[in-house]
């Protein structure tokens, strides 16, 4: 009987392996959905759209960024680029894209750089995120984790769907909101008159383990936006990790 039952435990264990092995050779799997929600309102003008993406795109083809991909249980993520203004503007700019190491980072910060502007408008971050979860929804990709990650210059929300309606259907849907503010000058052209960080932690960001990363000055934008990608790809809720990645964005 002892016999059998290590058998048949064997035997199970054998199935869940290939199965396991099986999701991580399907192409579908990933340690990560990621959807960049990129500032494109009246407020960023085609220079600050450009440098923008060039920030991400010396992100992700950052060696430290593609390792902590690598280092994921199936060692690929699939990430999409899109730029939004108001309710009716949200643009893909790059396309669902899995990264799995330097060449396919490297294409898809190219194919970033490619595209003209097209979303434009006042402040519409309720529509956003809710065409963030579209986007999540809609592709035949399964994610360990699902993530929404918005950048902005204010909180703010001048039409289109309400940020708290937005987040509370995102949220409840398991999918995490993450942030990064825009707080420097000759990026943006329009600070906030009110602390941003806080605006963003109270109004837009949610949850498990969601963060807030600042990007403080032109110089540490893409800085900022690498600290972020390592936390949102590798890091483990928990706010000691937080304060740890915050802090060393401030050495």
């Not at 035997?11 to 929600?37: H, M, R």
């Not at 699939?78 to 730029?83: G, I, L, N």
């Not at 971050?125 to 204010?154: C, E, P, T, Y």
């Amino acid at each position: 009987m002892i016999h059998g039952m290590f058998a048949r435990l064997t035997a199970f264990f054998a199935c869940l392996f290939l199965s396991a092995a099986a999701i991580a050779q399907d192409g579908k799997t990933v340690d990560i959905e990621l959807v960049l929600l990129a500032d494109a309102t009246g407020s960023i003008d085609d220079a600050e759209i450009r440098f923008q993406r060039e920030g991400y795109a010396r992100a992700i083809t950052d060696p430290s960024v593609i390792a902590a991909i690598t280092s994921g249980i199936h060692a690929r993520i699939a990430v999409t680029y899109v730029e939004w203004g108001s309710a009716e503007s949200q643009e893909v700019v790059v396309g669902w894209t899995v990264v799995d190491g330097e060449a396919s980072a490297n294409r898809f910060a190219a194919a970033l750089l490619e595209p003209p502007r097209r979303a434009f408008g006042r402040n519409a971050i309720g529509a956003a995120l809710l065409f963030g979860k579209a986007l999540i929804d809609g592709n035949d990709i399964q994610g360990v984790k699902r993530v929404i990650d918005l950048s902005a210059d204010s909180a703010n929300n001048w039409n289109g769907p309400s940020i708290e309606d937005a987040r509370e259907i995102v949220v409840s849907s398991g999918i995490v909101i993450n942030g990064l503010a825009v707080l420097c000058r000759h990026c943006s052209g329009r600070p906030a008159a009110y602390n941003l960080e806080d605006a963003f932690a109270a109004r837009i960001i949610g949850g498990p383990g969601s963060f807030v990363i600042t990007a403080d000055n032109r110089t540490t934008f893409a800085e900022a936006v690498r600290r972020k990608l390592i936390l949102e790809i590798a890091g483990e809720p928990g706010t000691d990790k937080l304060a740890k990645v915050q802090n060393e964005g401030r050495e």
